[in-house]
């Protein structure tokens, strides 16, 4: 089993910087239990910050894993769905696959 490095990355507008410890130490924990809860090993999980991009690495994870689907998907804003939680038009691109 070889073992790779994850890196999730998040572009961001201008973040405070007092704001920064608290909203990298906040993505870190979310990333750590996110893959604990999907049955992903990883090794130890960091965190980095600047005003721009938050970022967590996670040292040596697993290349041997079964295979997933995704059912959670992240939007920008609720107003991709409608009332009853379908999709809106501007949130499914024309092959109608989520964006």
């Not at 090794?43 to 959670?72: C, E, I, N, Y």
């Amino acid at each position: 089993m070889s073992a790779l490095d994850l890196l999730f990355e998040l572009g961001t507008e201008e973040l405070p910087p007092r704001a920064l410890p608290s909203l990298s130490t906040a993505l870190t924990e979310g990333v750590a239990l996110g893959l604990d809860a999907a049955g992903i090993p990883h090794g130890r999980v960091h965190g980095f910050a600047t005003p721009r991009r938050l970022a967590v690495r996670s040292r040596q994870g697993s290349t041997a894993s079964t295979s997933m689907v995704v059912t959670d998907i992240c939007y920008r804003s609720s107003t991709r769905r409608t009332p009853t939680g379908e999709l809106t038009v501007g949130a499914v691109t024309p092959t109608g696959a989520a964006v």
